[in-house]
């Protein structure tokens, strides 16, 4: 088992630096200049936009600025005078004066996405990892508390659905499995909200806590009616994937010879359909859990932006909505590591769930 997570990381590398290229290709062919973005003046000379341009490195051709961003830049760099001080191949001729009061910047930090550093935010003028780790926690928490409901609940519905086939609750939970895969999240979560929100008053509309003296959320149990529609709007969707897949897998193992040998020897039903069926039936939920993993991150941006919750997600909308490419790309390449990683845990749930498969 380790030999072959350790084979599957390595040949994930390839993989890794192809989502990278791609995603700095994206971003290089988008419109606008960064220099605009960040620099624009009614009073910016020509010369001084150039000069701001060569210090960002974006006049640069395309595989330097991406090698750039990937490693650093200092494998650009060279002892031109042997002083034993490297000299920049692309250092400004004068030094700028980014809010003129007469005191030149100072240079920009050497990043690359290979040592952990993935720049600064052009916003909030942070290093973009640590705007990203000051919002993972609140995206792991729904997400978590998202995939444990839609397990929980979608798993047995299906199991009961397969074993009650053709019958009232198979009915029913194959109607509403199809009516909460229809039902577009952010239309529900603006319904929930001015339902048991706004009209009724049950759940507080938006935020992750309210407003404390220290600026930090109490724990989860103080809290959690704020968890709650978040929570269920992120949930329905897996909730009917789960039940589908459950019921088409069960009624599959329900079949087998082994269902009809434990039945045949006066196995109660629950331990014949939950203890024996259900085991062989979750196969395909390992399957789907690498994608899920990934959609956590993507049904976050909708969730998050509708009901304020102040995770990744929500960053991510803001940051592609002011430009803010460091954090965007910083997300982008977080989001492809997920990917990665769930896809791999898929391989590993198989022979968690399924004895008989064997991994070399």
């Known amino acids: 088992m380790i030999k072959y997570i350790i084979r599957r990381l ?21 419109p606008g200049s960064v220099v605009e973005r960040l620099y624009f003046a009614p009073n910016i000379k020509a010369e001084t936009r150039a000069r701001l341009a060569a210090q960002l490195g974006i006049d640069d051709p395309f595989h330097i600025q991406y090698l750039r961003w990937v490693a650093g830049d200092d494998w650009l760099r060279w002892d031109n005078d042997d002083d034993g001080i490297a000299d920049s191949s692309f250092t400004p001729i004068a030094p700028l004066d980014e809010d003129g009061d007469g005191i030149p910047e100072p ?17 909030k003028k942070q290093p973009v990892l640590e705007v990203i780790l000051s919002n993972l926690a609140a995206t792991l928490e729904l997400g978590i508390a998202a995939i444990l409901t839609s397990l929980v609940i979608g798993v047995p519905v299906g199991v009961v659905s397969a074993v009650t086939r053709g019958r009232l609750f198979d009915n029913v939970s194959r109607i509403m499995a199809v009516i909460f895969d229809s039902i577009p999240s952010f239309w ?4 929930l909200i001015i339902l048991l929100g706004s009209s009724m008053k049950i759940l507080p509309i938006g935020g992750r806590c309210g407003v404390t003296l220290t600026g930090v959320c109490p724990p989860l149990f103080e809290r959690i009616d704020y968890l709650i529609m978040p929570t269920f709007v992120f949930a329905v969707g897996l909730i009917a994937l789960f039940s589908r897949y459950l019921r088409t897998s069960t009624l ?14 006066g196995l109660a039903p629950s331990a014949v359909n939950f ?7 979750l196969i395909p939920v390992a399957t789907l859990l690498g994608p899920i993993i990934t959609n956590v991150w993507a049904g ?3 969730i998050e932006t ?11 909308y803001t940051s592609a909505i002011q430009q803010d490419y460091p954090v965007v790309m ?9 990917t990665i990683l769930g896809f791999l845990l898929s391989d590993v749930l198989y022979v968690l769930i399924d004895p008989r498969i064997r991994i070399h």
Do not use: C
């Open 10 to 30: 390595v040949q994930s590398i390839p993989t890794f630096f192809g989502i990278t290229l791609l995603s700095y290709l994206l971003l290089w062919l988008a």
């Open 330 to 338: 910083g997300i982008v390449i977080f989001a492809s590591l997920a």
């Open 252 to 265: 599959e193992v329900l079949g087998q010879d082994y269902i009809r040998t434990a039945r045949a020897k």
């Open 275 to 281: 203890r024996h069926a259900m085991r062989n039936a």
């Open 306 to 316: 509708v009901f304020a919750w102040p995770g990744v997600g929500r960053i991510a």
């Open 107 to 123: 240079p920009g930090d050497n990043y690359g996405i290979l040592r952990g550093d993935f720049g600064k935010s052009f916003i």
């Open 300 to 302: 976050a941006i909708v």
């Open 188 to 191: 529900l979560a603006y319904m």
